[in-house]
């Protein structure tokens, strides 16, 4: 079907639940030259109906948002992500908000993708990227939500996510506070799977962080993964922080060179 407008496009577009466009498509489906489209965007920017992303994409407003002036992000994350063809993943304090952890909720989406992508900003939230080369070794759950699935990182998954990427989920008290929100989540038999897919490192920081928790069962499960891979250094419980007189905890393998105080 051929258009005359761009605002027709985007009706059709909106009447069949899609919210993200390119500018490659509406020059395919109105016939016109680049110039001429990129005018049409121009204006459909100012008056508000469509918000600019990356890569030549952007995101239809619809009208039950059109006064907040953007859509929530997990709402059209799927969409953006198949239309630049990117395997994704929703990670970290989002994912972790997935599960009923919502105590460090923020107004950032947390996703993680295998190339770099600069920030999207919507209003009041934003969508940050983080590069995960080993993305599709990640464990994933497809949850549904009122407009499609969305990839979001396991319960047990998210959890070493957590210490792996600590900076981006705050601190190790943060990072306690939500692991203690995620317990009724995590499977012992499932964390134990989970852990081969990540570095020995973060097994015993995680199984140290849930044995301080008082989490046993968890930490159980982990401390016999730790003992039958005979970690060969004591590693740091938080990298890149001074160790100087910091104890050694024997079971984790780990020098313990900050102290935990879990927001509880």
């Known amino acids: 079907m051929k258009y005359n407008y761009l605002s027709d496009y985007l009706m059709t577009l909106l009447s069949k639940g899609e919210l993200i466009f390119s500018k490659a498509s509406a020059i395919r489906q109105l016939e016109k030259t680049d ?4 005018n049409s965007i121009k204006r459909q920017v100012a008056l508000k109906q469509i918000v600019p992303l990356f890569r030549g994409h952007y995101l239809i407003i619809p009208p039950e948002y059109k006064q907040l002036g953007f859509v929530p992000p997990e709402l059209f994350i799927d969409d953006l992500m198949r239309a630049i063809n990117f395997p994704y993943y929703i990670s970290l304090l989002s994912a972790a908000s997935f599960y009923g952890a919502t105590h460090q909720a923020t107004q950032v989406l947390q996703v993680m993708v295998t190339t770099r992508l600069k920030p999207v900003i919507l209003g009041r939230t934003r969508i940050v990227f983080y590069f995960n080369k080993n993305l599709t070794n990640t464990p994933l759950q497809h949850l549904k939500t009122d407009r499609g699935p969305l990839n979001v990182s396991t319960p047990e998954a998210t959890a070493f996510d957590l210490l792996r990427y600590v900076h981006q989920s ?16 995590i499977s012992c038999d499932i964390l134990k799977e989970t852990a081969m897919k990540f570095p020995l490192v973060y097994a ?61």
């Open 35 to 38: 110039a001429a489209i990129r």
């Open 170 to 185: 705050g601190n190790l008290n943060q990072v306690a506070t939500v692991l203690d929100e995620l317990i009724d989540r």
């Open 204 to 264: 015993q920081r995680l199984g140290y962080l849930f044995e301080y928790l008082g989490h046993q069962e968890l930490a159980a499960a982990l401390a016999h993964y730790v003992k039958e891979h005979k970690p060969v250094i004591f590693s740091l419980l938080r990298p890149g922080k001074n160790a100087t007189n910091a104890e050694k905890n024997d079971k984790w393998h780990l020098i313990i060179n900050e102290s935990i105080e879990p927001d509880l």
